[in-house]
């Protein structure tokens, strides 16, 4: 298989998101991506002229999954040249290239001729000391804070959104305090967050937030708790809407 062929390699599957409309190549082997990307796929809230930044691409299914709504373009950074190379062959794969683009760098060293007005990321969660390491480099670079920190990535962000932009995430309920710390650190707001549950008798293990400059028009708001599965143990009736594509999102 040639570089940037976008067909899948035998050591990868080809799979179907939001009813056929999206297909995405993961390798059977290494980082696949789990239920935290279109749950923030489906929190990120764009407008038909934003310009749109993503940190950390992976096989860039985030920004696949963005692209049943409106935004004049994403530039998508994956530090990984693997990582990046798979998630450029999904892009043409669902010939998103005039719309996506994906560049191979490490973000704390992307530089941009203008600023963004959306910046997204499923930032690493774990801690490098916290936890065992994966057992690829792949694994691990995306799960565990190996090549940058919380603290970081606010910065990083806050370096390339537009004063009147909005930055979305998804990141551990665990470290929600130490998250907040972050984006205040950056010169960030919290503007809104929602915790997500597994089940309603369950802790959160997610929280998802949207990020603004002060001041902001609009005052913190926690959105109404999203549970992933009922009492029958099958996903919730939102969590379904989520998962299918559902393009109208509440407004914050």
Not at 23 to 48: H, I, M, S, W
Not at 61 to 82: C, D, R, V
Not at 101 to 122: A, C, G
Request: proline letters at 5%.
């Amino acid at each position: 298989m040639r570089k940037n062929d976008p067909q899948k390699g035998k050591d990868e599957t080809q799979d179907t998101f939001y009813h056929g409309r999206i297909l995405v190549c993961q390798k059977k082997e290494g980082y696949r991506f789990a239920v935290d990307a279109p749950l923030l796929a489906d929190f990120v809230q764009t407008k038909n002229k934003d310009r749109c930044l993503e940190l950390g691409t992976g096989c860039g299914i985030i920004s696949l999954l963005l692209s049943i709504k409106p935004f004049l373009h994403i530039t998508a950074l994956e530090i990984q040249e693997s990582l990046a190379d798979l998630a450029w062959r999904n892009v043409q794969l669902n010939h998103l290239d005039k719309k996506i683009r994906v560049i191979q760098t490490d973000f704390l060293d992307f530089r941009s001729p203008h600023k963004f007005d959306v910046v997204f990321s499923n930032p690493p969660y774990i801690k490098t000391q916290a936890g065992h390491l994966s057992a690829t480099s792949e694994k691990s670079i995306a799960k565990h804070e190996v090549k940058c920190d919380i603290l970081g990535i606010m910065q990083k962000t806050a370096g390339l959104l537009k004063k009147k932009g909005r930055a979305f995430f998804i990141f551990t309920a665990k470290r929600i305090p130490e998250f907040s710390r972050a984006v205040e650190d950056a010169g960030l707001n919290v503007q809104t967050m929602r915790l997500v549950y597994p089940r309603k008798e369950s802790r959160p293990n997610f929280v998802l937030s949207k990020c603004v400059f002060p001041p902001s028009d609009t005052e913190f708001r926690i959105l109404s708790p999203l549970f992933l599965f009922g009492d029958t143990g099958k996903y919730t009736p939102e969590a379904k809407k989520i998962f299918t594509g559902r393009i109208h999102v509440s407004s914050f």
